[in-house]
């Protein structure tokens, strides 16, 4: 005769779970990315989700949800705690507007990275002809003259603007110089 557990006691694999540290600068990202590795490992305990939660918080960070840690009443400890990370060290809505209206230059990334950029941190009610006429401020003067005229929308022209700086040499800004000439 074999020994055999009843269903009951059957025990279940452990599935390891990798949680990056907590982004204190995108913690929206952070908490999706956290919780596709839930979903991955079909983690849907709320006490699972938190104890890999603080598992990963840094000490200055867990001061944040020090009371949650220890209210032994609270059985939704991982979405309140999720709450109040959101709450202290997201942007708020007026700093991403400031932001995207005068944080944001186009620098080294390719147009469609700014535009997906400043998307992140505009609110859903501007418009796309806002948004288009503040990327288009921020493209090169010579690139924006080339399409300030057309009538593409915007995932369209992104795609135009792309390859139009792709092409494009790189150009430094030289400052004039004047030279003498010896007597």
């Not at 390891?16 to 979903?39: C, G, L, M």
């Amino acid at each position: 005769m074999t020994d055999s557990k009843p269903t009951s006691e059957l025990e279940t694999g452990a599935i390891t779970t990798k949680i990056s540290p907590y982004w204190t600068d995108k913690p929206e990202i952070w908490f999706f990315q956290v919780e596709a590795q839930f979903n991955i490992s079909k983690i849907t305990s709320e006490e699972t989700k938190f104890n890999y939660l603080v598992s990963q918080l840094e000490p200055r960070f867990l001061e944040n949800v020090w009371d949650i840690i220890k209210d032994p009443a609270n059985t939704a400890k991982y979405s309140t705690a999720k709450e109040r990370l959101l709450l202290t060290f997201q942007e708020s809505e007026n700093v991403r507007i400031k932001r995207l209206l005068t944080g944001l230059e186009l620098g080294d990334m390719l147009p469609s990275q700014l535009l997906r950029k400043m998307c992140s941190l505009g609110h859903p009610d501007i418009s796309e002809k806002v948004l288009r006429t503040l990327w288009l401020e921020k493209m090169p003067e010579s690139v924006r003259n080339i399409v300030i005229v057309s009538d593409e929308g915007l995932e369209k022209l992104v795609t135009i603007v792309d390859k139009i700086v792709e092409m494009s040499p790189r150009t430094l800004e030289l400052s004039a110089v004047k030279k003498t000439l010896p007597k």
